[in-house]
């Protein structure tokens, strides 16, 4: 979910930049990278022996969680982290909500670092600000495995574990490929993409529009356009269909914007145009299972990314080589498949309206 990336108010909109630049052509697009331009290892290929599960568990460790927010893909990364520790044998001491604030995540790093935990999951705040919140828990030995983000000029293997996230090039792409789908891969499309240097909406934007270019000659991107504040998409969107009213179809960047093209649609009576998009949203869904103008909606797999995390923690316990960089799978939620996909994805219950709609 976007939500672990950015605020609501952009707090730190712009300040990771994808090493290898914005644009992703060619080969080199087929893959998602990390920050540093890490190359991409699947969660699943993360495992510790049986030997390996023993030596942790009598080590008696314990964790910490530092969250940036409260919400469902923190409540689903959560429940990934814990069931995993408690496969593990690791005790969490506590859970923090930054409430997307810099300075009380470092204060939640003061708090918890009394409690002495062995591993820290976390989500730096901002790259600066957290290289000093969390340089305490490097320097105590704390073991930590991080969220999409890295303070900046922390080391893998020095300074943290790993960086676990989604699969990015994969968002972009199952999204491409489900509007194709909606559209009978030909047509006219919209690009909405994130105007500002992020190597994870970087990734998924490119790669919708490389999948298009590459892999369906007769859909043409017709129209683009940059955004960095949510609440502007239904003014963008307005504009882009006064300029080109035959789009067939549009991509936006994450769910919070589609929600303002959305209205923008509705306000212009248009039922023709498909709308494509990234990360679970109630209101977006909801207009998808009722037949509207969204026709797919592009997730990770939120419990996935909690379980992987955990596990390079244990890692990261008994001195075990970590991978860099990894990566948890995507899913696209259509009408048929939505119920599932919020289990799959959020490890909870669609919300009552979508699942009433699919009645």
Same mark, same amino acid.
């Given at each position: 979910?976007?939500?672990?990336?950015?605020?609501?108010?952009?707090?730190?909109?712009?300040?990771?930049?994808?090493?290898?630049?914005?644009?992703?052509?060619?080969?080199?697009?087929?893959?998602?990278?990390?920050?540093?331009?890490?190359?991409?290892?699947?969660?699943?290929?993360?495992? *510790?022996?049986?030997?390996?599960?023993?030596? #942790?568990?009598?080590?008696?460790?314990?964790?910490?969680?530092?969250?940036?927010?409260?919400?469902?893909?923190?409540?689903?990364?959560?429940?990934?982290?814990?069931?995993?520790?408690?496969? *593990?044998?690791?005790?969490?001491?506590?859970?923090? =909500?930054?409430?997307?604030?810099?300075?009380?995540?470092?204060?939640?790093?003061?708090?918890?670092?009394?409690?002495?935990?062995?591993? #820290?999951?976390?989500?730096?705040?901002?790259?600066?600000?957290?290289?000093?919140?969390?340089?305490?828990?490097?320097?105590? @030995?704390?073991?930590?495995?991080?969220?999409?983000?890295?303070?900046?000029?922390?080391?893998?293997?020095? =300074?943290?574990?790993? #960086?676990?996230?989604?699969?990015?090039?994969?968002?972009?792409?199952?999204?491409?490929?489900?509007?194709?789908?909606?559209? @009978?891969?030909?047509?006219?499309?919209?690009?909405?993409?994130?105007?500002?240097?992020?190597?994870?909406?970087?990734?998924? =934007?490119?790669?919708?529009?490389?999948?298009?270019?590459?892999?369906?000659?007769?859909?043409?991107?017709?129209?683009?356009?940059?955004?960095?504040?949510?609440?502007?998409?239904?003014?963008?969107?307005?504009?882009?269909?006064?300029?080109?009213? =035959?789009?067939?179809?549009?991509?936006?960047?994450?769910?919070?914007?589609?929600?303002?093209?959305?209205?923008?649609?509705?306000?212009?009576?248009?039922?023709?145009?498909?709308?494509?998009?990234?990360?679970?949203?109630?209101?977006?869904?909801?207009?998808?299972?009722?037949?509207?103008?969204?026709?797919?909606?592009?997730?990770?797999?939120?419990?996935?990314?909690?379980?992987?995390?955990?596990?390079?923690?244990?890692?990261?316990?008994?001195?075990?080589?970590?991978?860099?960089?990894?990566?948890?799978?995507?899913?696209?939620?259509?009408?048929?498949?939505?119920?599932?996909?919020?289990?799959?994805?959020?490890?909870?219950?669609?919300?009552?309206?979508?699942?009433?709609?699919?009645?």
């Amino acid at each position: 979910m976007l939500e672990r990336i950015i605020s609501k108010t952009a707090v730190f909109a712009g300040t990771i930049a994808f090493a290898a630049g914005l644009p992703l052509t060619g080969a080199s697009a087929q893959e998602t990278k990390g920050p540093g331009g890490e190359t991409a290892t699947p969660a699943n290929a993360l495992m *510790l022996s049986d030997a390996e599960v023993a030596k #942790i568990k009598e080590g008696k460790y314990s964790a910490a969680l530092l969250w940036h927010t409260s919400s469902d893909f923190v409540n689903a990364v959560t429940a990934g982290a814990s069931d995993e520790f408690s496969r *593990l044998g690791v005790t969490i001491v506590a859970t923090t =909500d930054a409430g997307f604030d810099a300075a009380k995540q470092k204060s939640d790093v003061e708090t918890v670092m009394a409690k002495k935990p062995s591993v #820290i999951l976390a989500l730096p705040l901002d790259p600066v600000a957290s290289a000093e919140a969390f340089r305490p828990a490097v320097a105590a @030995g704390t073991k930590l495995v991080l969220l999409s983000n890295v303070p900046k000029g922390y080391v893998q293997g020095k =300074d943290y574990v790993a #960086i676990v996230t989604d699969d990015l090039f994969q968002m972009g792409k199952q999204a491409a490929d489900a509007l194709a789908a909606a559209l @009978g891969k030909k047509g006219k499309v919209a690009w909405i993409f994130h105007d500002a240097q992020y190597y994870v909406t970087n990734q998924r =934007d490119n790669a919708f529009k490389t999948t298009i270019e590459k892999d369906y000659p007769d859909m043409k991107i017709v129209a683009t356009a940059g955004i960095t504040d949510p609440a502007r998409a239904q003014d963008i969107a307005q504009a882009l269909l006064t300029k080109t009213p =035959d789009l067939d179809g549009i991509y936006v960047t994450w769910a919070e914007p589609a929600e303002g093209v959305l209205a923008a649609l509705r306000a212009a009576g248009n039922t023709k145009t498909k709308i494509v998009t990234l990360d679970l949203s109630e209101p977006v869904a909801l207009d998808m299972v009722k037949g509207g103008n969204v026709a797919a909606i592009t997730a990770d797999k939120a419990y996935e990314l909690g379980r992987a995390m955990a596990t390079a923690a244990g890692y990261g316990l008994i001195g075990k080589a970590a991978p860099a960089f990894v990566v948890a799978p995507a899913l696209t939620a259509t009408k048929a498949n939505v119920a599932q996909a919020w289990q799959d994805s959020l490890h909870r219950d669609a919300p009552k309206s979508v699942t009433a709609a699919l009645k």
